[in-house]
């Protein structure tokens, strides 16, 4: 008898995997991003799944949120008409075998890793916060260089007076 | 806790990893790809989640999590910088097709 | 080396700078033969070292090349024979040649091969002796294809001086194999041969007589020598050059190709016979060789129209007397007939070069008549031919006789000579009859045969003079081996100087009578004018047209070259054109070609890039994931 975890679990993986080649696949450009924001939103339940709460609503906020907002914006500033086909490229043979042969050795590696065994277990959300302010300092820390990195290259990129 | 293993979800990573990949690949408009390599970067994303959740006596298990929250940071400071190119690009060619930007110089 | 002569003229007048030079040098060359006929080793030789290995690996007495003079009876005698027929050619030439453009060349030519062959003759050692072989080769092809716009010419010399560059690669093959025979062996106390850079004789004894051995490999160096000797003194079957080579002017065929150079091949089997030694089996060779060519030149020569190459083929002819003496262990018997040979050879071009000089034809059958007009020549010519046929007595009875008796004297130990003896026997017959023909045909009647043919008339003084003292000494030369002096400088071997027991008075009888009889029918079918035609259909002409075209052979030769030759050649360049250059030329092309598919690889599409990255990381996964664990399951488990 199946677990209901495990039901759930197998359903969104479903829906992740169709969705992500569905926004990849689409004519038109903003039926992928239609596609993608139930993508991330899947992801998030995902997580929920995994009992890592905090991150799930993270990605709710961020990537179903922000990421999508940004990318829409992206269709709307350069496409003049926003309801157009975009030409897509041939899909070789080359991309296809690149692709599964990716997915092939990343099962065989990650599978050999220990504690596959195990049962998931969750975390109390202020565990986390803990972490990220003593252990993990260095990569918040890390994020926000990056993230200044990040926006002053945007604002120079945009800015007007470049050729 | 409940019977969950942890092969699903290796395979669920690998094979968005898998999805994303081909996206950036073939893909010629530059949403597109920035779309891919979301993808790609959400499978990643991923990874240290169910990590963190199945190996917990694995010294940093709690870590996971924690970089994984700084992950989604970085992908979405990506998505921005992504996007600020797409502008740029866009006002330089006319186009978004990434096939027209071949020159480093635009 | 003292006598090497001065090399290059420039002015006119240089041919008597050369003549003057070359009488200098005769001067020496008389002076030393003379001393070393009257007390032989009298000379002091000088040699100096040029290279020297020390003994190692291949060479376990070390290995020298030197450079120096020998002076010993042989090379006295050829040395007289050299520098004193060279200067009566150089002298008459004067004359002969004042027409003539180039002359500077020739003389320059001339004098080079006179120092060439002086200093053959003097070489001390083996490899000098090559070295001036090779030179005097050189300057004998320079001057065959003198007339170098004439294409006959200048085919003549390259045919010279590759028929006897088969010989001379055969001679370089017999070096190196006496080399690996005797660079070990030796006198006790002296080293190996090589190891004294290949020396004739070492302090006054011959280095390597009597020690040779009578192995395959001797036999094989041996004829390896006899090649070069065949080629260098057109013996069958590479005598092809000779006849052709009369495309040079008379007074070089009279030098070079009458007297020395030619002898140069007799003279090294002279030298291999008394100082390296041949085998039994080379022995028979050599008889063998000599013996048919005496006989198969003169048949030749019984036909042919042209005066200059009837008297080639004499050459090959006497040359090949030589060569049967040498291989019958009585090499100072032939270096003898050599002597005397070099002396009314030389005669007989002279004279032939002042007819065609006179009437500028070398046609017989144009000619005749000519003893009224030129009364000195057609005696010179008559002296030369009484000389030739071996007619008491005149010089070529002595040696020529000597050549027949010794043979004959060897016939019991050795009865495999016996066919070579006969043919040289009846080649005496032909000989006198070729060359009276040749007498009868151009001096006798009254009339020239053709009409409008120049008169004849004697040539300049200085075309006189040598065709006098030629004259004389075809006359005494044979005498000359009775005295104490020359029978030193012919080493005192046996047969020096002629004896005549019995059989020698019956051989020379019948030698005698054979040449009468051939001076008789040449008479009969030649003198006074007649001229004496073969039937028109026939045998008989089919006879002459195969002797006229040299049995085919040449005819063979041209076909193999041409075939065989130039069938290598077109492999060769195949060969070289589309397997080499197609190689590198491949390589180029390869190289284009990767060079082009790689730059596509800066597409600038991103997608590209993107892909090298995946291709690369599935890379990194198949060497972690798949070879890695082969690899150490191997390491770990062998």
Known sequence: ?163 | MNGLSEVGFVALSAALLAIGLFGILTRRNFVLLLVAIEIAMNAAILNFVYFAAFAPTVPGGLSGQAVAVVLVGFAATEVAVGLAIVLALNRAKGTINVAEATELRL | MGLAGTRLKRLEWGGWLAVGAAGFAMVLGVLIGVGEAASPGSWTNRQMLWLHLQPSGPFPNGFSLVMGTLVDPLSALMLIVVTVVGFLVLLYSIGYMHQDRGLPRYYAELSLFLASMSALVLANNLLEFFLFWELVGLCSYFLIGFYYDKPSAASAAKEAFLVTRVGDVMFLAGIFLFFDLYSGAGPAGLGGWAANGFVFVHNGTPFLAGSMSSSTLATVAGIMILGGAAGKSAQFPLHVWLPDAMEGPTTVSALIHAATMVAAGVYLLAITSVFLGFTAFDDLLIVAIGGFTAFFAATMAVVHPDIKRVIAYSTISQLGYMVLAVGAGFSSVGLYHLFTHAFFKALLFLAAGSVIHAVGSQDLFKMGGLRKSMPLTATAFAVGGLALAGVPPFAGFWSKDDILASVYSQLGAHPDYWPFFVLAFAGVFLTAYYIFRAWFLAFSGDRSRDPALPHGHEGPWTMRVPLVVLSAFAVGAGLLAFLPGMQNLLLRAPGIPPTYDTTGILISATSVGLAGAGILLAWLLWGNGRVFELPAAGPAQAGRRVLLQRYYLKAAYDWVGAKGVYTVARAADFLDRYVIDGTVHGFERAFAALSDRLRRMQSGFVSDYAAYVVAGLVVVFALLLVVAPFVLDRIGGG
């Not at chain 1, 092939?104 to 916060?129: I, K, M, N, R, W």
Request: proline fraction near 4%; charged fraction near 10%; avoid cysteine.
């Open chain 1, 1 to 163: 008898m199946i677990s209901l975890a495990e039901a759930a679990f197998v359903l969104l993986a479903l829906v992740a995997v169709v969705t992500a080649a569905a926004s990849l696949l689409a004519r038109e450009l903003v039926h992928t991003i239609m596609w993608i924001a139930v993508f991330f939103v899947d992801l998030a339940l995902v997580y929920f799944l995994l009992d890592a709460p905090f991150l799930g609503v993270l990605q709710l906020g961020v990537y179903a949120g922000a990421v999508t907002v940004l990318l829409l914006f992206g269709i709307m500033v350069t496409r003049k008409r926003i309801f157009s086909r975009e030409a897509a490229t041939g899909i070789g043979p080359v991309p296809v075998a690149l692709a599964l042969l990716t997915f092939a050795f990343v099962v065989t590696a990650v599978g050999e890793l220990p504690g596959a065994e195990a049962a998931p277990q969750g975390y109390d959300p202020s565990a986390l916060s803990a972490t990220l302010f003593s252990t993990d300092g260095a990569w918040v820390l890390l994020l926000g260089v990056i993230m200044l990195a990040g926006v002053s290259g945007a604002i120079y990129l945009v800015r007007e007076g470049r050729g």
